[in-house]
């Protein structure tokens, strides 16, 4: 018996002595600690993933804004039919390579007729043009920013100013811009139906400014 006893101290020592040789200072929960610090530190020397077609950045979107009013803002009233009623300045940005013409409708959604009430029909613009001044003349052709202009639903060629009813809750303007992929055969004085029928299948790329104004 005390032999046995004495022989299971010594496994007991020789098993101890390998155990304590074999495992690293650090305990385990330590050694995992490390190891995803570790991985997190890697993680951060790596070059993001890259787009579709190799590309590394995200190309600029289809943008129409006024320096006059932001999005959702109040239209100045030298803007509107209680002011000067001359349109206001407005800048393009991210129009697609591929487009060859632009097109703009301010259009009236809440106007209380039956399609609402459209402001302003503005095409054969060129895909160059980067903004248009406030108070565009109110002719077929403005040669001097080379655009055509449509007939409004006042039955008056160019811009006419928001003159909602009053009492009414403010109405949304909406300036819609629009890339096209080929010119339009479409004469001077075009509504806003006969410009959006000739846009039809050429439409690359569309987006709105939205302005405010109520009495």
Known sequence: MKTCATYALAISAVVALVFSAGCPEQSEPEALSQMGQDMMDE???????????????EEESLMVRSSAFNEGDRIPTEYTADGEGISPPLEFSGVPDDAVALALVMHDPDAPRAGGFTHWVVYHMSPDISKLPEGIPGAEVVEDHALTQGENSRGDIGYTGPAPPKGDEPHRYQFTLYALSEKLDLAPGAT????ESAMQGKIVDQTTLTGMYGR
């Open 43 to 57: 993680s951060d020397t790596m070059p993001p993933p890259e787009l579709a077609g190799g590309e590394t950045h």
């Open 192 to 195: 806003k139906e006969e410009l």
